[in-house]
């Protein structure tokens, strides 16, 4: 009797825990295996999706549990990633527009000297026509040379071409006799 009962509780036994072996394989290959691959591949989106799916439906799965709470940590990592290169993108931006701000009140201070320096310029030239019209000569054209100047100019070019000549000429010498080592 007592072998029957335990055959009758085997067999009632047996499918039931057969059923919760088929579920927990039905559990890893629908939704924690693809799952797991997407995440590991990046696709943290797509993972988050079917693992709510599978949690859905196995709410106490230990599996899909775990692999939440690592999605979630990515997703928070992520997205801290994002706020800290957003802050960096307004940082530099900010930096940029400060030295273009920088650069063009540089320019604009150029161009005020420029036209002040410009405006020195002419009011010295009118003060310099009112002054003396009769100083104001025309300077001498380089056509019109003096022969005392044409000749200062022809010896000093002869002079420059003597002293690179000097430089050209080797010394001479005796030659080194080179003993030979071979």
Known sequence: MKTLATILFLAVALPALAQTTNDVADIDSTYFHPAASMYIHGDTASASNLVVQGLAHYPENGKLLRLK???DQQQEQNQDQDDQQQNQDQQNEQ???QDQQQDQDQQN???QQNEQD???NQDQQQQDQQQDPQQQQEPPRAEQMSQDEAERLLDAMKQEEENKR???HPVLG???K???DW
């Open 174 to 176: 005796a030659p080194v």
């Open 95 to 97: 930096d940029q527009n």
């Open 166 to 168: 000097l430089q050209l």
């Open 178 to 180: 080179v003993d030979k």
């Open 118 to 120: 410009q405006q020195q």
């Open 69 to 71: 709470e690592l999605i």
């Open 109 to 111: 201070q150029d161009e």
